[in-house]
């Protein structure tokens, strides 16, 4: 008997948590019968007892999930490669405990090295996978991925000619739901003046080198803006505890222009950027195709050592359509207290950038639509 579409079991795997989000949340509106289970990383770090942002996101839609915690590819190149391998050997038995029980009819991966395995062996299984690669330059896990995955989907048009096969999908990168949601759920950010507002962001995780400029350069930053800070939660360097005390210690007038969180949930992230003038932010692909969707001008501050430089990559597309600059951390603070005095005095000329459909329509696409008929569209298991 053929299976159902409403009942297909699927299991996502994150390695890029807020697509992969996006997706489950359009298939769970639109295919409302579809059994989902996600393997990912429970814990932001191994050792370290902060919760995941994928886990507590998966926790909130009240999704499935199980935990694995294999070796990334350079471990391998440490002293300690023979317990690597034993935690390879580990990870590999317990994701096929979870095939065994689970049964699923399709994989969907957003890679990393926690989707290689599980893909792998979704292969040896003959599981069909269907993979999306977030970035313009594939890392080592989808580049191996992409070999043997039933389909491929694609953010970027210039990522074609780094994976060789004749059937790609330029899907684009899902984007969340939550981000045009103009309403706060759970906080609440009161603007007493007419400056204008910064959302300042280094990801789920935060971006300590970011919250070293800005703590440098915040007095000078309130006096002419209001800004709304994400740190992340990172307890080796304990960035929110010591702005937040920064904040406390600043003049009432001044220190009311300062909104820090360590984290933003979801249901509040469109709030922020609604409400932003200018975001100031890593430039993941998640990032890049969120300023696109909300056509917000940005300073995009790429991480030096992403893989292949794949940040600055998505940095200079955005900076040539212009609509944001770039600046280099390892600079001075001052020289980014600068970059965003001189963008909020262009700021209507790059949102103006948005404006050139022709450049834009490119990287704009349905693309948790686009992802989700890719798998539904799978032969299925008779």
């Known amino acids: 008997m053929e299976t159902s579409l409403e009942s297909l079991k699927l299991i996502v795997t994150g390695g890029h948590p807020t697509p992969s989000l996006a997706v489950i949340d359009y298939i769970r509106r639109m295919y409302p019968k579809t059994d989902i289970l996600f393997i990912g990383k429970k814990y932001s770090y191994h050792g370290n007892d902060s919760l995941s942002f994928e886990f507590k996101e998966i926790a909130i839609r009240n999704v499935k999930f199980e935990q694995v915690n294999p070796p990334r590819s350079t471990s391998f190149l440490t002293p300690f490669f023979l317990l690597e391998i034993g935690n390879l050997i580990l990870t590999l038995i317990i994701i096929i405990k979870i095939f065994l029980k689970f049964k699923p009819d399709a994989i ?164 922020v950027f609604h409400k932003a003038d200018l975001v100031i932010s890593r430039s993941g692909a998640n990032t890049f195709f969120e300023i696109i969707a909300l056509k917000k001008p940005c300073i995009l501050i790429p991480l030096p050592y992403s893989s292949r430089n794949e940040q600055l990559k998505h940095a200079e597309i955005l900076k040539k359509l212009g609509v944001g600059a770039i600046f280099n951390q390892n600079e001075r603070s001052e020289k980014l207290l600068q970059l965003i005095n001189e963008t909020l005095s262009s700021i209507d000329e790059k949102k103006a950038g948005f404006i050139q459909k022709s450049k834009i329509d490119r990287y704009q696409h349905n693309a948790a639509e686009t992802i989700a008929q890719q798998i539904f569209s799978l032969p299925r298991k008779k």
């Open 108 to 271: 969907l991966t957003f890679g990393g090295y926690v989707g290689l395995p599980v893909s792998f062996l979704g292969f040896l299984f003959r599981i069909p996978v269907v993979m999306h690669e977030q970035t313009v330059i594939p890392g080592i896990a989808n580049s191996i991925i992409a070999k043997f995955a039933s389909k491929v989907c694609i953010s970027f048009p210039e990522t074609e000619p780094f994976i060789p096969r004749k059937e790609l999908v330029v899907s684009g990168n899902p984007v969340r739901e939550e981000i045009f949601k103009q309403k706060a759920t759970s906080i609440n950010i009161d603007i007493k003046n007419n400056l204008p507002i910064i959302y300042i962001t280094g990801g789920s995780l935060g971006a300590h080198a970011v919250n070293l400029h800005i703590e440098n350069i915040l007095p000078k930053l309130l006096a002419f803006a209001n800004v709304i800070h994400q740190t992340g939660n990172i307890s080796e360097f304990n960035d929110f505890k010591r702005l937040t005390n920064i904040k406390n210690s600043l003049d009432n007038t001044i220190a009311e222009r300062y909104h820090v969180f360590d984290h933003i949930p979801s249901t509040d992230i469109g709030y």
